[in-house]
Nanobody, 119 residues
Framework: VQLVESGGGLVQAGGSLRLSCAASGSIFGIEAMGWHRQAPGKQRELVAMFFSDYRTNYADSVKGRFTIARDYAKNTVTLQMNSLKPEDTAVYYC??????????????WGQGTQVTVSS
């Protein structure tokens, strides 16, 4: 199972970015897909998660600004980020939890994509 992210970059404060992540492999199901981020000198933190029962969970710091969406058929997850702030600057990691695949079962991380918000 591999997770491939795209969509990071540099944007001015107040701008928008859209991150995408696609899970590939012989996947039967994924319990949860979402995003974490890690800023320099800080611990990795949850940004948003989309569960198989359609529940979503957002960090308080991004509520009302970020929106997570998931395509179950394509095993993809996207994160629409609006009204970006300099404090959103971090490496964003795609996460897939509870993955059931033909040759494996477990949790997976993408390689990370840099998001930089300038003031």
């Amino acid at each position: 199972v591999q997770l491939v992210e795209s969509g990071g970059g540099l944007v001015q404060a107040g701008g928008s970015l859209r991150l995408s992540c696609a899970a590939s492999g012989s996947i039967f199901g994924i319990e949860a897909m979402g995003w974490h981020r890690q800023a320099p000198g800080k611990q990795r933190e949850l940004v948003a998660m989309f569960f198989s029962d359609y529940r979503t969970n957002y960090a308080d710091s991004v509520k009302g600004r970020f929106t997570i969406a998931r395509d179950y058929a394509k095993n993809t997850v996207t994160l629409q980020m609006n009204s970006l702030k300099p404090e959103d600057t971090a490496v964003y990691y795609c996460y897939a939890g509870g993955v059931r695949a033909s040759a494996s079962m477990g949790d997976y991380w993408g390689q990370g994509t840099q998001v930089t918000v300038s003031s």
